[in-house]
């Protein structure tokens, strides 16, 4: 019997933990927006445990720094929102994996989940969320549309991930997006996250 019971914790364990995957990785939908006119900047987890302890070598975080500082220079002057989002993994399954796979960086109340030095206070509003998609609270959209927001621009990390996934959820709403490539930060390859991004419409700058 005991076995049995066993077999059934550590299936129950993976079914868990796959479960926490899907729900990091998934791509929210959304309702259509109208047609807006006005344009945000996204920064999307540009946080102190990502930043200064991440793979990203000091000449990626040098060239990344100076590009999403012109961005902001050049949102500010247009008049442009800069929205900062961080991340922080509140759900079950999510901070489960975390904890087991991710060294439990960026759980509630952790070290290091406010926004880098470099990029402290420089954003009009700023938002959490729970997973790689930017949207998938319900607190970005209310924020975009009483913006006025049509466009975004996002820089960040990761581009594979975090990145990638805000955007094909912008995307999926409507959104005109561009990814300002030379402000974000990768720890792999881009290709295959690149042609994703470019078949569901999104520029890559």
């Given at each position: 019997?005991?076995?049995?019971?066993?077999?059934?914790?550590?299936?129950?364990?993976?079914?868990?933990?796959?479960?926490g995957?899907?729900?990091?990785?998934?791509?929210?939908s959304?309702?259509?927006?109208?047609?807006?006119?006005?344009t945000?900047?996204l920064?999307?987890?540009?946080?102190?445990?990502?930043?200064?302890?991440?793979?990203?070598?000091?000449?990626?975080?040098?060239?990344?720094?100076?590009?999403?500082?012109?961005?902001?220079?050049?949102?500010?002057?247009?008049?442009?929102?800069?929205?900062e989002?961080?991340?922080?993994?509140?759900?079950?399954?999510?901070?489960?994996?975390?904890?087991?796979?991710?060294?439990?960086?960026?759980l509630?109340?952790?070290?290091?989940?406010?926004f880098?030095?470099?990029?402290?206070?420089?954003?009009?509003?700023?938002?959490?969320?729970r997973?790689?998609?930017?949207?998938e609270t319900g607190?970005?959209?209310?924020?975009?549309?009483?913006?006025?927001?049509?466009a975004?621009?996002?820089?960040?990390?990761?581009?594979?991930?975090?990145?990638?996934?805000?955007a094909?959820?912008?995307?999926?709403r409507?959104f005109?997006?561009?990814?300002?490539?030379?402000?974000?930060?990768?720890?792999?390859?881009?290709?295959?996250?690149?042609?994703?991004?470019q078949?569901?419409?999104?520029?890559?700058a």
């Amino acid at each position: 019997m005991l076995p049995y019971l066993l077999a059934a914790l550590v299936c129950a364990a993976f079914l868990w933990l796959g479960y926490g995957l899907w729900q990091i990785g998934s791509v929210s939908s959304g309702d259509q927006i109208p047609e807006r006119s006005g344009t945000a900047l996204l920064m999307i987890d540009l946080q102190t445990v990502f930043w200064e302890g991440g793979t990203y070598s000091d000449a990626q975080k040098s060239a990344a720094q100076a590009a999403i500082l012109r961005e902001v220079v050049a949102a500010k002057s247009a008049g442009h929102p800069v929205i900062e989002i961080r991340q922080e993994w509140s759900q079950p399954a999510p901070r489960s994996v975390a904890r087991l796979l991710m060294k439990g960086q960026a759980l509630p109340g952790s070290k290091g989940t406010e926004f880098a030095a470099p990029f402290s206070g420089l954003a009009d509003r700023a938002l959490v969320k729970r997973v790689q998609d930017g949207f998938e609270t319900g607190a970005l959209d209310p924020l975009l549309a009483e913006l006025e927001v049509g466009a975004l621009r996002i820089v960040g990390l990761d581009f594979n991930y975090c990145v990638l996934k805000t955007a094909l959820a912008a995307r999926a709403r409507g959104f005109v997006v561009t990814v300002v490539a030379d402000g974000t930060l990768v720890a792999g390859k881009t290709d295959k996250s690149s042609a994703r991004l470019q078949a569901a419409g999104v520029v890559l700058a």
